[in-house]
């Protein structure tokens, strides 16, 4: 009785609508030549914003290569932080803690002078999809 049941549920099943996934494609200008790796850090929420331990994705492009293609992600509100990690240490090193001293960037590319804000780097990425440029600053 319950195979016949599941005969009968898994075509209703595969005729159901999949969840919308988007993709965002990420370039990064200006990036010095040499150095490290670039990393690109994916957020989908304020809380945390911008430490690195709350990304919700966390990417190192191999050497050479300044674009990423992210697929299956879901339509909403996102923000990008992407650096240069030159010395290879595996994070943005940062002055007192606080300022860069590294090449990073934004997604919207909003002039920073203190903590940034998520506010100002987020975009909204639609199910059909977007792509992003992050000027990178040392």
């Known amino acids: 009785m319950m195979l016949n049941a599941c005969y009968f549920a898994l075509p209703l099943m595969l005729c159901l609508p999949m969840a919308d996934a988007a993709a965002l494609d990420v370039t990064l200008e200006g990036a010095r030549p040499g150095g490290g790796p670039l990393t690109v850090l994916l957020f989908d929420r304020a809380d945390g914003f911008p430490g690195e331990a709350h990304a919700s994705q966390r990417h190192v492009l ?6 990423l293609a992210l697929d299956g992600l879901q339509p909403g509100q996102y923000a990008v932080l992407a650096y240069h990690d030159e010395d290879g240490n595996g994070e943005l090193n940062r002055f007192l803690g ?10 919207n590319n909003p002039a920073a002078s203190g903590k940034p804000a998520f506010k100002d ?3 909204t990425l639609p199910e059909s999809g977007s792509a ?7």
Request: proline letters at 8%; hydrophobic letters at 40%.
């Open 98 to 107: 606080m300022i860069p001293q590294e090449g990073w960037g934004l997604s």
């Open 132 to 138: 992003v440029t992050v000027q990178l600053n040392y």
């Open 121 to 123: 780097a987020a975009f």
């Open 62 to 67: 191999p050497a050479g290569q300044s674009t």
